[in-house]
């Protein structure tokens, strides 16, 4: 189990290093959005020890250009190329921001 755990409105979330970098649609929604991954929601248990919610069967992610947290299933992701979606809004195939997303 990876240590690293991040904090993200008042939540902590184990890292998946493997797709941490990376940008993804889900696969299951109607329309094609980027998100990137924050990681397995964990929760302190009675030991003050961080284990996985939900069995770690969900992953939790954001949408770019959003900040609301999603929990989607790992498999139902799909790397998508940095550039191939808005910097803006987060679409694909929006034409507005065409530009390179800024790390933040
Ligand atoms: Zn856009």
Redesign the pocket.
Known sequence: MSAAVRMWKRRAYRVLDDLDDGRFVVGSWRIGVAVSVLGVPVVEDEFGMMVDEHDGEFVAVVMV?DDAVHLVERDDLRAIERGAY?S????VG????SEQEEDA
């Open positions: 250009g808005c803006c809004c987060g679409q929006c034409a507005w921001g």
